[in-house]
C-alpha cells in the first residue's frame, strides 16, 4: 500500500504539488492524469524518493520513504519518463547489472529471462543499447523496473515512443501485472488511462481536482448521469412515461430521427439505475426502445471540463 499526506513541493517561490493526500490500495491500477506541467512526474518523483519534498509524507508498505528508504524503494519498480539506461551495454548485461545493484535473490539467469519475455525484447538481448529504438529502450527500462517482481510498480509515462502495436501489448502488460502489483502510472493520453485503470486522479496546477474510479468521474463532476434513447411512439406519450420514473431529474427530447421516432435524453440521480425502469415504462406506454445509450461525458469532457474549472478558480483567486 501507498499512502501519501499532505505532500508539497516548493522551487522558491513556486509551488510544483501543493499540498495533496491520497492512498492507494494493493493490486490497484491508478492512473495518474494530468496536462503536461502539472506536477505528476513531481509527485512521482517524490514518491519513489528520487526527490525530497518540502513537506509532507509518503508512506510504503509502513515504510516512510525518507525516514526508512532502503525497506522503502526495495518495494518499489521505477520507470522514469526518461529510462536510467546504460546505452553502451547490450540489453542482457545491463540487466544483469541492475539485477547485482538491486541485490535481487531470485535465481539470476531464469528471472532475467522471464522478465525479458514479459516484455517482448528477448530477440534484442544482445544487442547494445545506443542501437535501438525509442521504443524498445523503453521497454527495456521497464523491465529494469520489473527485476526482484517489487510489489509496487510506478511507471512514468509507460508507453512514450511506443508504436501502436506496441502500445496495446504495453497496455496489457500493465492490466496484467495489476493483478499481482500495486501500479501507479502517469499520463496525459485520455484513453490510454481508460483503458488499463481502476480509479483517476486528477492533477493540475500541483493539486488533486478529481480522485473516482474510470467509469464515475464524467458523473461525479456532474452530478447525475444521462440516458441516450431513440424510442419509436408519440412524443406525448413518451414524455408522460419517463416523467413519472423515480430518480429521473430531466427529460429533453433532442432531435427526431424518422417519423414517430426521436432521440431523448434522461438525465438521473448519481448512484441510481433507471434502465430498467425506462424500459419497463416505455413498453407499458406501447413504445418501442430502439436504442439504449450512455449519454454522460465523455472522459476528454470531463477531463477538459475539470482543468478548465481549475484554472478559473486559479485566474479569480490570484496567481501563486
Partial sequence: MVEVKNLTKRYGNVTVVDDISFSVDNGEILGFLGPNGAGKSTTMNMITG?????????????????????????????????????????????LEFMFDLKKVKL?????????????????????IIKHLSKGYRQRVGFAQALLGNPPILILDEPTVGLDPQQIIEMRALIRNLGKKHTVIFSSHVLSEVSAICDRIIVISN?????????????????????LRLDIEGSVSTVLDALKVIPNVIKIRKQHDIKDNTARYLVEYKNGTDVRRDVFKAVANAGCVILDMQNGNETLEDSFLKLVSQDQTKNMVGGAR
Fill in 107 to 127: 535465481p539470476k539467469k531464469e528471472h532475467i529471462s522471464e522478465v525479458m519475455r514479459l516484455v517482448k525484447i528477448t530477440d534484442v538481448s544482445e544487442r
Fill in 206 to 226: 500541483g493539486k488533486i481536482v478529481a480522485d473516482e474510479k474510470a467509469e464515475n468521474l464524467s458523473s461525479s463532476i456532474s452530478g447525475e448521469q444521462k
Fill in 50 to 94: 528520487y526527490i525530497s519534498s518540502s513537506s509532507g509524507t509518503v508512506t510504503v508498505n509502513g515504510a516512510e520513504i525518507l525516514d526508512n528508504p532502503k525497506k522503502a524503494k526495495s518495494d518499489i519498480g521505477y520507470l522514469p519518463e526518461i529510462p536510467p539506461l546504460y546505452i553502451d551495454m547490450t540489453v542482457r548485461k545491463y
